[in-house]
């Protein structure tokens, strides 16, 4: 390429003429033509233009004020997607979700595939505020609102009159101090004042000075491992004491599960039921399963009950999140009531550490329960309730007797809740006249926990029937709330001191009665029936489980036995674990694989 004579002699020593198109001489922008820099250069917006001086005479585009005209081009695309559904089939809808949401046994899957705005009508859709007019304007009828009869109406507002507005501040006051509740919990502090030592009740006044014992399971701690266990978990168990199911239910986790996580399954664990009357096991766990689905349990590595339902029941859930690699199953509840036990039983094994002692557990951990199914540990929580009493926390197990200051003050409680007989019985001492201090002097004396001087050692004493207690050596049980109606006799009769009889009943053959009660609780669990060979609630596992306490009561005299010692009837409760079960479906598929080819076989030599 040469300048433009040069160039012009080549080209007609070449034979290519201008025809030729493509061959450009040089000094020409052989690169862009004039329509490509005029394209560039309203890309890139050019330059401003100055004069001679330097001053801008034309501003590049970038630099001009004036609003370009934009306009949206009309496509009709816009109308496709629209999808339309009727006021009627909407309300259909509605109707039949809600039904399937307030069955406790049933779960919405697949929530973020459903319009859950449409469904859950709060007054908001997707986080916006609707105006309450748009409300009543959607719930008119077409005719009236666009219709030749249309009538224009006021928007309806919620409040009528300024007073009506002034009256609802009674309302937002209880939404205020719920919200409060909810902040305290989330923030994990007890809503306790800043001094420790001093219980403010809410009026203001000071209540009793509270040891700093007393405090434990509420620390922020404590909470902020619940909080990474709930985010963790998939499915919820809630372990609750079968001696005091409602004062291990922890509501406020409740609550927050249902309202912050409602995707996620809780489900009630009626552990220690070994402790209780089968019948008031049975009662507890159809009055808890209204509400989440209950399942009755005994933890024990060798004489579980109830191992196989659960087994069966996170089988379930872990089918019905079929499209994760696996679930989590968190275990929450107050300390002491058998969390960890509960994983060692599921896993046959001790894998965690297991106390007879509240705060065992110290940080959540994982264990792996099946390939598809984890466990997650957690610290026993205690719940600021401010009805809790002191007294109430040491009887649940919730704190550390050895380091309550004064024990022998709480005895009294233990024999307000306890027949005298079943005391009588447990320590084999009588004539104390259900007075506390006279029975910590029996117990030293028949002990011989005498201090220096010959002087009782009644602290010492009061110890350790708290432990006994705790522990569950001592008979008693908080009964079962009654439908109205409902025959109260039996078991009230049993918690007004009957206990002991039971087991003298038992022996003589009376397990009839008690099984029967269990029995007439099909749906108190929610595995099937189809998992029967898991053992659950059924007639024969209760008949095992009364055996077994029968037993208990042959070999100890006292029915409240320690797990580590507890019978060994409960063969009912299959003991195979999960892999083993897979193995046992896998070798029985084979086995029906080679009896189809064999057949098959046959047939084709005939
Ligand atoms: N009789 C009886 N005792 C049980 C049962 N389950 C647990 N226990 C006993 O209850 C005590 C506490 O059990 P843990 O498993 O340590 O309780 P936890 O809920 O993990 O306690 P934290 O670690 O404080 O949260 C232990 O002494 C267990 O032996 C049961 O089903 N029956």
């Known amino acids: 390429m040469g300048t433009g004579k040069k160039e012009k002699s080549r080209k007609e020593r070449e034979g290519k003429g201008d025809e030729f198109g493509n061959v450009k001489t040089k000094g020409e922008n052989f690169y862009r033509s004039a329509k490509k820099v005029k394209v560039l250069k309203r890309l890139t917006a050019g330059t401003a233009q100055r004069n001679a001086k330097g001053d801008i005479t034309h501003s590049a585009v970038f ?63 997707n986080g916006l505020k609707v105006h309450a007019a748009k409300i009543e304007v959607a719930a008119q009828p077409f005719s009236a609102t666009f219709g030749p009869k249309m009538q224009r109406k006021r928007p309806k507002l919620e409040f009528q009159s300024m007073e009506d507005l002034a009256g609802r501040t009674g309302d937002m006051h209880d939404t205020y101090l719920e919200r409060l509740d909810q902040a305290k919990l989330l923030s994990g502090t007890s809503g306790e004042p800043e001094n420790e030592n001093a219980a403010v009740n809410p009026d203001g006044d000071f209540a009793a000075a509270r040891e700093f014992i007393f405090l434990k399971g509420t620390s922020k701690r404590i909470w902020n491992e619940l909080y990474k266990v709930i985010d963790s978990s998939d499915v919820i168990l809630h372990v ?5 199911p409602d004062g291990t239910r922890c509501r406020s986790v409740e609550k927050y599960i249902r309202t912050e996580a409602p995707h996620k399954h809780l489900v009630f664990v009626l552990n220690k039921v070994d402790l209780v009357p089968s019948k008031v096991a049975a009662a507890w766990v159809r009055h808890l399963s209204k509400e989440f689905p209950t399942l009755a349990f005994h933890a024990n590595i060798n004489n579980s009950f109830g191992k196989g339902s659960l087994i069966a029941l996170l089988r379930q859930f872990s089918s019905l999140h079929s499209d994760r690699k696996q679930i989590s199953v968190g275990m929450v509840g107050y300390p002491n009531t058998g969390k960890s036990s509960i994983i060692n039983t599921l896993r046959k094994k001790k894998v965690c550490v297991v106390a007879p002692i509240a705060g065992e557990t110290k940080v959540w951990q994982y264990i792996t329960l099946m390939k598809r199914i984890y466990m997650i540990d957690c610290p026993g929580i205690v719940p600021p309730n401010q009805n809790d009493t002191d007294e109430d926390l040491l009887l649940r197990g919730s704190v550390r007797v050895e380091n309550v200051e004064y024990p022998a ?34 117990l030293c004396r028949k002990a011989g926990r005498l201090l220096k001087g010959g002087e009782a050692d009644i602290d010492g004493a009061a110890k350790m029937v708290l432990n006994d207690w705790i522990r569950g050596k001592i008979p008693w049980f908080t009964p079962p709330p009654y439908k109205e109606g409902e025959e109260t006799g ?3 009769e049993r918690r007004d001191g009957k206990l002991g009889e039971m087991s003298k009943k038992r022996k003589r053959g009376g397990e009839s009665e008690a099984t029967a009660s269990v029995a007439a609780t099909p749906n108190a669990t929610v595995a099937t029936q189809e998992d029967d060979e898991f053992g659950g609630f059924s007639d024969d596992d209760d008949l095992e489980l009364d055996a077994d306490l029968d037993d208990d009561d042959e070999e100890e005299g006292d029915e409240s036995d320690d797990d580590e010692e507890g019978g060994t009837l409960l063969e009912a409760v299959t003991d195979d674990d999960a892999s083993e079960d897979d193995e046992d479906v896998e070798e029985e598929v084979a086995a029906i694989s080679q009896a189809l080819s064999k057949a098959k076989k046959r047939q084709r030599t005939t």
């Open 240 to 244: 609750l004491d079968a001696r005091d």
């Open 63 to 125: 630099q001009s004020r004036e609003a370009p005209i934009a306009r949206v081009e009309p496509n009709r695309k816009w109308f496709n997607n629209t999808r339309v559904i009727s006021q009627d089939a909407l309300e259909n809808f509605r109707s039949a979700v809600q039904a399937q949401a307030s069955n406790p046994h049933t779960y919405l899957m697949k929530r973020n595939k459903l319009p859950m705005s449409l469904i859950e009508e709060k007054g908001n859709v």
């Open 409 to 442: 003050q709480y005895i009294e409680a233990v024999l307000r809740r306890v027949q005298p007989r079943h005391l009588q019985r447990t320590y084999d001492i009588k004539d104390y006249n259900n007075d506390a201090v006279t029975f910590l002097e029996c």
């Open 490 to 492: 039996p078991i009230n």
